[in-house]
């Protein structure tokens, strides 16, 4: 969406005038709260709600308050995921949710990327963003969507009143789900900077996936696809 600014022109006696120029508006990425203080210092409650995002345009990704599940905003739109059993979960809009961390950003414009066709799956697509985008040094938003081969997410799943003081008692109850074939969307946000505030110490990317029909999501720990099959965007900035 463009939005206008004003550039000096010229001086007519001693009077500056303004030509308007247009400028388009960019995806800035926001983070409240930080992994690390959930993980090490046991800050579970959600310190952002999802009904103060629910606007058009808005994408991002945490977990669920207590770490009873995953949350993907997606357009305005937030879904939460919980497992109901080791072999089974939900997802549903949820617009109460809240999250003891989170990043977000209100994206305006996706610029599309062309994936190589060596970039298959999780590890090489976080290789290829650090090499297209690490130069930048600020966080970048982006999303995958097409047909996807194989993925492996899992979901939190703390049990109520756990304390939580490593990465070890966050994940206690924690359960990893498979899924082959399937159409989908993928959320990530990059960062080079952002190690334990919303990626982990061993990787520049978080991402969520969610499936088309949106009975399926969570965070993303493996998926592998053909690159002819999906398509990457960047949001503009």
Not at 49 to 76: K, N
Not at 161 to 167: F, K, Q
Not at 193 to 204: C, L, M, W
Request: hydrophobic share 45%; charged share 20%; net charge negative.
């Amino acid at each position: 969406m463009a939005n206008n600014r004003s550039a000096p022109k010229a001086c007519l006696g001693g009077l500056l005038l303004f030509v308007l120029l247009p400028s388009t508006t960019v995806a800035q990425v926001k983070v409240t709260g930080a992994m690390r203080n959930t993980m090490f210092n046991g800050q579970l409650d959600g310190l952002i709600a999802m009904d103060s995002l629910q606007i058009p345009g808005t994408y991002g990704l945490g977990p669920l308050s207590h770490l009873r599940g995953e949350i993907l905003l997606w357009d305005g739109v937030p879904y939460a995921s919980r497992a109901t059993s080791d072999s089974s979960l939900t997802v549903q809009v949820e617009r109460e949710a809240s999250a003891p961390f989170f990043v977000h950003a209100i994206v305006q414009e996706w610029l599309e990327v062309q994936l190589p066709d060596s970039i298959n799956e999780l590890a090489k697509l976080d290789d290829f963003l650090t090499g297209r985008f690490a130069h930048e040094n600020r966080p970048k938003v982006f999303k995958l969507s097409g047909f996807i081969a194989h993925a492996e997410i899992h979901v939190v799943d703390l049990p109520p009143g756990a304390l939580v003081r490593s990465p070890d008692d966050a994940h206690e109850g924690r359960k990893t789900f498979v899924h082959e074939k399937s159409a989908a969307d993928l959320l990530g946000f990059f960062s080079t900077r952002h190690k334990a505030v919303f990626t982990h110490h061993d990787t520049n990317i978080h991402v969520h996936l969610i499936t088309r029909d949106r009975l399926w999501m969570g965070h993303v720990d493996e998926v592998r696809f053909d690159p002819a099959l999906v398509r990457l965007f960047v949001a503009l900035q």
